[in-house]
């Protein structure tokens, strides 16, 4: 099927070895694939992108057990999908009588090519952060259940200088370190169950190009820092930041088509 553009598994696995060749003929080349999501543990060799090289959409999940090293799926591969626009990774734990190993950060690479990441589990330390961070065309990042943890993140300069949506959901977070060279050209900020993060840093306000911060599920002390951000840039004469309090409703018909998290009741 040479023309094939794109694969969507609902939970679909490719086997390892993937064949290079058919009968005989030579190695095939998927040139116009590009989607490729719903996959399964998949390996991702270099030998396997170079059969579909000009791939822009991919999205893999894996699934950790105690036989399971996460470096044997060679995630730094990523890098040789040079047309890769948009990634989307789940990591899941299936055996919890083991901790997962702190590898996955070790094993991360990315394309500068890449606009839109999403990230689910994982438990990356923050100070990894700086893998995602450094990449030139990041616009969209979602950070969902606890694909980062730790209890500080700094950010470094240079890093996100196209980000524009940020999306943080369920981790551990205490204290966020940030300052408007940060995020140069943040546009929309949204903290989903960041039950640890009791106060926002004031320093959020100073982005020039924020336009909307949202919060659901937030200590009260974190809203109330949001809402006073929101109260001294408009003193300063900034009325283009506006944040806002989801309500359940709101928050269900904005974020839980694109997020996996789970209701609090089931994910204390």
């Known amino acids: 099927m040479p023309k094939l553009r794109h694969i969507l598994f609902e939970r679909g696995f490719l086997a390892y070895p ?3 060749q058919v009968s005989g003929k030579d190695s095939v ?11 399964i543990n998949f390996r991702c060799t270099k030998e396997i992108f170079e059969i579909m090289p000009n791939l822009k959409k991919l999205g893999v999940s894996y699934d950790y057990d105690r036989r399971t090293k996460w470096s044997s799926y060679e995630f730094d591969n990523f890098i040789y999908l040079h047309q890769l626009e948009t990634l989307k990774c789940l990591f899941t734990v299936t055996d919890y009588t083991t901790a997962p190993p702190s ?7 990315f394309p500068p090519s890449l606009k839109k990441l999403t990230l689910t589990g994982g438990n990356i330390p923050w100070e990894k952060m700086t893998v995602v961070g450094s990449l030139p065309n990041l616009e969209v990042l979602k950070l969902k259940e606890r694909a980062f943890e730790g209890s500080l993140w700094e950010p470094k300069e240079g890093e996100f200088t196209k980000l524009k949506f940020l999306f943080i959901e369920l981790n551990s977070l205490e204290h966020w370190k940030v300052d ?4 140069p050209q943040l546009q929309h900020l949204c903290l989903s169950y960041c039950f640890s993060l009791e106060v926002i840093p004031s320093e959020i306000g100073e982005i020039g190009t924020l336009e909307t911060f949202e919060l659901y599920e937030c200590l009260d002390s974190a809203v109330k ?3 006073l951000i ?3 840039q408009q003193s300063l004469g900034n009325y283009g930041l506006r944040v806002r309090v989801l309500s359940e409703n709101e928050y269900s018909n904005s974020y839980m088509k694109s997020t996996s998290v ?3 009741h089931e994910n204390p």
């Open 18 to 20: 993937f064949p290079i």
């Open 29 to 39: 080349v998927l040139e116009n694939l590009q989607t490729l999501s719903g996959v």
């Open 103 to 109: 590898d996955i950060a070790l094993a991360l690479a």
């Open 180 to 183: 408007r060279e940060h995020f």
């Open 225 to 227: 820092s949001a809402m």
């Open 230 to 232: 929101q109260e001294e």
């Open 262 to 264: 789970r209701k609090v």
